[in-house]
């Protein structure tokens, strides 16, 4: 799981590769996100926006959904609770 831009674009996203994958593939609706962080169980990711936000989607794509932290800083300290919130 990470953040890059692909060959001829101006806009980063998200993307996932399997270990016994060739290749990556894009996260839908992961545009302009960076910092990834995959939950415990491995179905949804939680990445910062550019305004400093953490937006929280599915990993395979789908609808993001915006949620507030419970404290202020950095995405790298950002953890997964158990029972499926961020702190």
């Known amino acids: 799981l ?3 831009l692909a060959p001829g674009e101006r806009t980063s996203r998200l993307y996932r590769q399997r270990l016994d994958a060739d290749s990556a593939i894009a996260i839908p609706n992961s545009e302009n996100l960076i910092q ?4 415990p169980d491995g179905q949804w990711v939680a990445a910062a ?11 395979r794509g789908g609808t993001t959904d915006l949620r507030p ?3 202020q800083g950095a ?8 029972d499926g919130s961020l702190y």
């Open 69 to 71: 932290l419970r404290r």
């Open 49 to 59: 926006t550019a305004a400093g936000g953490v937006v929280i989607l599915p990993a």
């Open 36 to 39: 990834p962080r995959l939950s």
């Open 75 to 82: 995405l790298h300290f950002v953890a997964w609770h158990p």
């Open 2 to 4: 990470y953040a890059a």
